[in-house]
């Protein structure tokens, strides 16, 4: 009786060992864990904020942030172009010729202040739930909903058709080498990046400019996805304003002129 009295005690014993290692294995496995993702993430941070690093971010929030660094270096070269000029119209040896021609080419060029009559034409999303408003046509699907590249160049062409002396997309003037961009719904004008309303600006003769946009078949069939879908359209009289002169680089990057 002894013996079987004792059997239950001597055989419990290593059960409860058995029972015990593998937590004790888990507990160092989270510690072990733990201490990797402490390395890691010390090798990874190298002394730097995490929660705050840049190439953590949002890629909108970085696109938004490199949009905003180029505008401040428009602005910063306008400045120093404009220093320039100013002291080589010191004494730079040109005839009176000579500057009213590099003063035309200047102006035909885009890089000069331009003020005249003009009117605006503005393009907008459509709204999100927006459905069909006349019979025999299909429920939008997304891609109808949204300005599209195509939809601002067609503007864009129809303005200089129309005698543009001058062209602004939302607060950049428009050179021969500037290239309207769409990705998704957004606008890459000239290393910037803006969202809808778009709105573009032309000095020139209003008649003539309103009759150039009506005569153009993009834009009339934009306008029935406006008239059934609901796109933005509106097209102003803006008076006298001043479009600004182009401040970016002019120097080609891809392209050599020919010899």
């Given at each position: 009786?002894?013996?079987?009295?004792?059997?239950?005690?001597?055989?419990?014993?290593?059960?409860?060992?058995?029972?015990?290692?593998?937590?004790?294995v888990l507990?160092?496995?989270?510690?072990?864990?733990?201490?990797?993702?402490?390395?890691?993430?010390?090798?990874?941070?190298?002394?730097?904020?995490?929660?705050?690093?840049?190439?953590?971010?949002?890629?909108?929030?970085?696109?938004?942030?490199?949009?905003?660094?180029?505008?401040?270096?428009?602005?910063?070269?306008?400045?120093?172009?404009?220093?320039?000029?100013?002291?080589?119209?010191?004494?730079?040896?040109?005839?009176?010729?000579?500057?009213?021609?590099?003063?035309?080419?200047?102006?035909?060029?885009?890089?000069?202040?331009?003020?005249?009559?003009?009117?605006?034409?503005?393009?907008?999303?459509?709204?999100?739930?927006?459905?069909?408003k006349l019979?025999?046509?299909?429920?939008?699907?997304?891609?109808?909903?949204?300005?599209?590249?195509?939809?601002?160049?067609?503007?864009?062409?129809?303005?200089?058709?129309?005698?543009?002396?001058?062209?602004?997309?939302?607060?950049?003037?428009?050179?021969?080498?500037?290239?309207?961009?769409?990705?998704?719904?957004?606008?890459?004008?000239?290393?910037?990046?803006?969202?809808?309303?778009?709105?573009?600006?032309?000095?020139?003769?209003?008649?003539?400019?309103?009759?150039?946009?009506?005569?153009?078949?993009?834009?009339?069939?934009?306008?029935?996805?406006?008239?059934?879908?609901?796109?933005?359209?509106?097209v102003e009289?803006?008076?006298?304003?001043?479009?600004?002169?182009?401040?970016?680089?002019?120097?080609?990057?891809?392209?050599?002129?020919?010899?």
């Amino acid at each position: 009786m002894s013996n079987s009295a004792d059997s239950p005690g001597t055989g419990s014993s290593p059960a409860r060992r058995r029972g015990f290692r593998p937590v004790r294995v888990l507990t160092v496995g989270v510690f072990a864990l733990a201490g990797l993702l402490f390395v890691t993430s010390f090798n990874t941070a190298k002394g730097t904020n995490i929660r705050t690093d840049t190439s953590l971010l949002k890629l909108s929030d970085l696109i938004q942030e490199r949009s905003r660094k180029n505008g401040e270096l428009d602005e910063s070269n306008a400045r120093v172009r404009h220093d320039i000029e100013s002291l080589a119209e010191r004494d730079d040896g040109s005839t009176k010729a000579e500057d009213a021609k590099l003063a035309a080419l200047e102006k035909n060029a885009g890089t000069q202040e331009l003020r005249g009559k003009a009117i605006s034409v503005t393009l907008n999303d459509a709204p999100p739930n927006a459905t069909a408003k006349l019979p025999g046509y299909p429920e939008p699907q997304p891609d109808y909903l949204v300005i599209h590249q195509q939809d601002l160049q067609a503007v864009v062409n129809a303005l200089w058709q129309g005698g543009a002396q001058g062209i602004k997309v939302m607060d950049q003037r428009l050179i021969s080498t500037s290239a309207v961009r769409c990705v998704g719904n957004t606008l890459i004008l000239q290393g910037r990046v803006y969202s809808p309303p778009y709105k573009i600006t032309a000095v020139g003769d209003p008649e003539k400019l309103r009759k150039a946009l009506t005569a153009s078949p993009a834009i009339q069939n934009y306008m029935v996805y406006v008239n059934v879908y609901g796109l933005g359209w509106k097209v102003e009289e803006d008076g006298r304003v001043t479009l600004p002169g182009y401040s970016g680089t002019v120097d080609l990057q891809y392209a050599k002129p020919v010899e």
